[in-house]
């Protein structure tokens, strides 16, 4: 099932980034094609208007031995051959529409160009058209661009006065050009294509990563929270069942069951309150309220609470306050993650022994750290212990009821406050859990990392 959106989600992602690199190809391609086309295209057109320009410019030569636009048009054109190109020509037609230049551009051209008809309404329009020739069996077009012009009877050019002349210009190789433009772009887009294909797969597959590894990290915190909420549920079902075969006991009678039972609903109570908590800062909905704290007054609200504790359990709690004056931070939060270390501090201490806090600020930075004598965090134990329900010892823990939350939560809440939680020995025994928040540096940016 799981694998099956995984495969699902995967083709997405391939599909997606696939259709992106095609539409990219394919508007690429057809910016790069347009821009050649119209490249093409003035170039016709600056050749037809250039021929214009020069025809109404011409003055008659005296001995040239003929009117025309160029020398080499001067000259007849040779009849079109199979592979002849003919490039630029211009017909003089007489007002009724009769071509007056035929003999000077030879009879194979004219052949060619005697269908042509003059349409005046066709003046200074720039138009297409298409000429058939036929050797032998073998029929050809020729694809032509025309400008028609009306030469003004003022021109000296007697050959052009008065007369209307229509220039051609041949696109054959043009067209040519443009059609095998058009296969090498088609071909080098299909390449990159395939080479888009490939790196569609590889995004894909890589984008998929770091989902799979959430989704994984999802299953096993639900199914760790199942586990966790199981035990309580097992015990308190187990107490209540047994009260039931004693129905005419007394409370009193029956206080330790009833106490063992309020405790797994305490436990239970605070596994949820860690749990919401969790995943409250997974779903972005915590957000962090920094405001100014007298730091003497925020440590004595967790020392009031904590100090008869400790008495209470026979260890000594002593603390150490080297900063003092406001500092930023959202002080519920970091009385929470304080609470945790301390919690775990007492818990992990042995009757007798001691915990320190210790408070400075040191470059810009709040140090908290909590130090205690108690067992300590083996080495290998150290970069996992901020993970959620990691925990080093599982006997330790079953005789001091955690469920691997706390130190998850205290990182998550020093996250939210830019900041960095670590874990080292204490000598000569015990663990020393170190809080460090930057005080000066705006905190509105918290890391989005999870721990
Ligand atoms: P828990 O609620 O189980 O204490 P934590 O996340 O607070 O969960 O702690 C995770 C693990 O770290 C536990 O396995 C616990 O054994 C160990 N640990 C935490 N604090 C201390 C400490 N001060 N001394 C020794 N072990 C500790």
Redesign the pocket.
């Known amino acids: 099932m799981a694998q099956d959106a995984t495969k699902k989600q995967w083709v997405k992602f391939f599909i997606n980034e696939l259709v992106s690199f095609t539409a990219l190809f394919a508007i690429l391609g057809g910016i790069i094609y347009l821009s050649f086309k119209d490249s093409i295209n003035k170039n016709i057109n600056s050749g037809l208007y250039g021929q214009k320009t020069e025809i109404l410019r011409s003055q008659r030569k005296a001995k040239s031995g003929g009117d025309s636009i160029h020398p080499y048009r001067a000259q007849a054109t040779p009849p079109p051959t199979d592979n002849a190109t003919f490039r630029t020509h211009a017909l003089i037609f007489d007002k009724n529409g009769r071509i007056e230049n035929a003999g000077m551009i030879g009879q194979g051209a004219f052949s060619a160009f005697q269908g042509i008809k003059l349409v005046k309404r066709n003046i200074n329009k720039v138009k297409g058209l298409v000429i058939t020739t036929q050797f032998g069996t073998k029929r050809s077009n020729h694809y032509f661009m025309t400008l028609l012009i009306k030469v003004p009877r003022t021109s000296t050019n007697s050959t052009y006065s008065g007369k209307y002349v229509l220039i051609l210009q041949n696109i054959d190789a043009d067209l040519l050009a443009m059609e095998s433009f058009k296969k090498s772009l088609f071909i080098t887009l299909l390449i990159f294509w395939a080479l888009a294909m490939i790196i569609a797969y590889v995004l894909s597959r890589s984008s998929m990563r770091p989902i799979l590894v959430s989704w994984k990290k999802q299953r096993e915190f639900s199914a760790d929270a199942a586990h966790e909420l199981r035990t309580p549920i097992t015990v308190i079902q187990n107490q209540m069942e047994y009260l039931l075969t004693k129905p005419k006991q007394r409370i009193l009678d029956e206080a330790a069951s009833i106490s063992t039972t309020l405790d797994e609903v305490n436990q239970m109570q605070t596994l949820i309150k ?1 749990l919401l908590m969790l995943s409250r800062g997974d779903a972005n909905i915590i957000q962090i309220q920094p405001k100014s704290v007298d730091l003497k007054d925020w440590i004595k609200r967790t020392f009031n609470i904590y100090q008869p504790l400790a008495e209470n359990q026979h260890k000594t709690l002593q603390k150490n306050i080297l900063a003092s004056g406001q500092v930023i931070f959202d002080p519920d939060l970091m009385h929470q993650a304080l609470v ?2 301390l ?3 007492l ?3 042995p009757t007798g022994g001691s915990i320190d806090v210790l408070i400075k600020r040191l470059h810009g930075r709040l140090i908290i750290s ?1 130090s ?1 004598t ?4 083996p080495d290998k ?1 150290k970069r996992n ?2 993970e ?1 329900f ?4 599982q006997s ?2 079953t005789k ?11 990182k998550f809440i020093v996250q939210q406050h830019n900041g960095k939680i670590e ?1 080292r020995d204490n000598y000569p025994h ?2 020393v ?1 170190q809080i460090s928040i930057p005080i000066t540096r705006e905190k509105r940016h918290p890391k989005t990392d999870k721990p």
């Open positions: 860690r945790i270390l919690d775990n501090a818990k992990y201490t909590v205690d108690g067992p300590g965090i134990d212990i901020f959620r990691y925990r080093v010892d330790r823990n001091t009821g955690g469920n691997g939350l706390g130190l998850a939560i205290a874990v015990g663990a859990f």
